[in-house]
């Protein structure tokens, strides 16, 4: 097989642990433990990306996000690791008080440019104009689209389905659970299971688009990468579960309940989840699989995101 080559950023593997809520055990997979700075799934995509940006000499990295993204504060972070510059492209206002992964992102010293949400649906074609205009002048720019999720960064977690391989036999697990945004996550999971000839649900719990963008965002992904790489497999569409209805108070937002249940698995497990992405995939967790007991063969990935706890600690402290 034609696999990428990579940088060795993130620090893996991440645990696959044990855990007993409200007297249910369940298998949670550690994503949150794959760095501190560049924690969470984006590093596996960004080890990808940054080898491609190395390798073609860039000087500056272009990517976009909300402004309490983890996939930018992960570039910025990680790119200044291996010395490349950054410039986000932020749905979102600059504030003085910046939060979480904002003023991470200021501590890494990224350029930031704050788009309000008209512009940033046109994100893309922005990127690419500012790129064309610095090439034009000599310079050397690598963008990366929303999340890393390309058909290069995707092999992060193709590659992540070989790692939990090592670490559970997964011909007796019936699916991996986890927050889905860009979409990347899920199509690697998806790839990673079928080279694997593994019969395994993805269940995607949608927080930022609807049930069919991001199954369309999926399955472009995940075909891309069997097409562009000559990968010999072929997915088994009814292996791609899209939980829907877990972000209907927005995707900035949270509502009181998830952020009772996040608290009440932070006092029990010493185990905290985010508000933008792994609150709301626990949410669904909890109500689909948790219930079954001792039959939940269902891993829940926990995909990082920490940072944005800070953000919102004023809704915490007054609500719980
Ligand atoms: C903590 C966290 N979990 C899950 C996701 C979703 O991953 P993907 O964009 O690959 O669907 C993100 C994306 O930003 C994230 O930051």
């Known amino acids: 097989m034609n696999m990428p080559n990579k940088i060795n950023l993130a620090h893996l593997p991440t645990p696959l642990e044990k855990l007993k809520f409200r007297n249910k055990k369940f298998l949670i997979k550690r994503d949150d433990y794959s760095g501190l700075d560049f924690s969470g799934n984006k590093i596996r995509k960004l080890e990808y990306l940054l080898y491609r940006a190395k390798k073609r000499r860039a000087e500056i990295i272009f990517t976009c996000g909300g402004e309490q993204s983890n996939h930018c504060r992960a570039t910025a972070s990680a790119a200044a690791r291996v010395g490349i510059k950054t ?71 193709i590659s992540f389905i070989n790692e939990l391989s090592e670490q559970v036999d997964l011909r007796k697990i019936n699916g991996i659970l986890s927050a889905s945004g860009s979409g990347g996550t899920a199509a690697g999971m998806l790839v990673g299971a079928a080279l694997n000839k593994l019969k395994l649900n993805i269940y995607a719990v949608a927080v ?59 006092k029990e497990t010493g185990i905290l989840l985010d508000p933008t992405y792994t609150g709301k995939a626990f949410a669904a967790y909890h109500d689909n699989f948790l219930g079954i007991g001792k039959g939940n063969k269902v891993i829940f990935l926990h995909s990082g995101g920490l940072f944005g706890t800070f953000a919102k600690r004023r809704k915490y402290l007054l609500n719980l």
Do not use: H
């Open 208 to 266: 930022l688009y609807s049930k069919q963008e991001l199954w369309k965002k999926i399955m472009f992904l995940a075909e891309g990468v069997i097409e562009e790489y000559n990968l010999n497999c072929a997915i088994d569409e009814s292996n791609l579960v899209i939980i829907d209805g877990y972000s209907r108070e927005g995707y900035k937002n949270i509502n009181n309940n998830k952020l009772k249940l996040i608290a009440s698995l932070a």
């Open 87 to 157: 410039k986000l492209f932020l749905w979102g206002n600059d504030s003085n008080s910046s939060e979480g992964n904002l003023f991470l992102n200021k501590m890494y010293g990224a350029e930031i440019s704050f788009l309000n949400k008209k512009n940033y649906n046109n994100v893309n074609e922005i990127m690419l104009e500012e790129c064309a205009s610095l090439v034009n002048k000599g310079k050397m720019v690598y963008v990366i689209p929303e999340g890393g999720s390309t058909v290069l960064g995707i092999w992060g977690y």
